[in-house]
């Protein structure tokens, strides 16, 4: 079993950047691969960025290639989404996702992540 607990998000201008954090409880945490993962207003839930138990592979949806940063810190039993150069079409709520079996691929698709936690709001305005 793992939990998930979301913090960082807030009200931003255009441009400028954010840091989310996810703080995971359960002793699988550092084997599972984790994701963030968002839903914008009146959209579809999107997947943002996934990140192996090890941290040697992470994917990126193309939005946000080159602007956004997954990491985690096993130790710390967290993962990190550094945001930058934020845009408007970025506002959404921002959920972390853990993976159920121990060293799974960190698949971008979302249906393949089991624990979810509540989200953080991220908004920019223009």
């Known amino acids: 079993q793992v939990q998930l607990e979301e913090s960082g998000g807030g009200l931003v201008q255009a441009g400028e950047s954010l840091r989310l954090s996810c703080a995971a409880s359960?002793?699988?945490?550092?084997?599972?691969?984790m994701g963030w993962f968002r839903r914008a207003p009146g959209k579809e839930r999107e997947s943002v960025a996934t990140i192996s138990w090890d941290s040697r592979t992470t994917n990126y949806a193309d939005s946000v290639k080159a602007r956004f940063t997954i990491s985690r810190d096993n130790t710390a039993n967290t993962v990190y989404l550094e945001m930058k150069t934020l845009k408007p079409e970025d506002t959404g709520v921002y959920y972390c996702?853990?993976?159920?079996?121990?060293?799974?691929?960190?698949?971008?698709?979302?249906?393949?992540?089991?624990?979810w936690g509540q989200g953080t709001q991220v908004t920019v305005s223009s």
């Open positions: 996702a853990a993976r159920l079996a121990m060293w799974s691929p960190p698949t971008l698709s979302s249906m393949a992540y089991t624990y």
């Open positions: 359960g002793r699988t945490f550092s084997r599972v691969a």
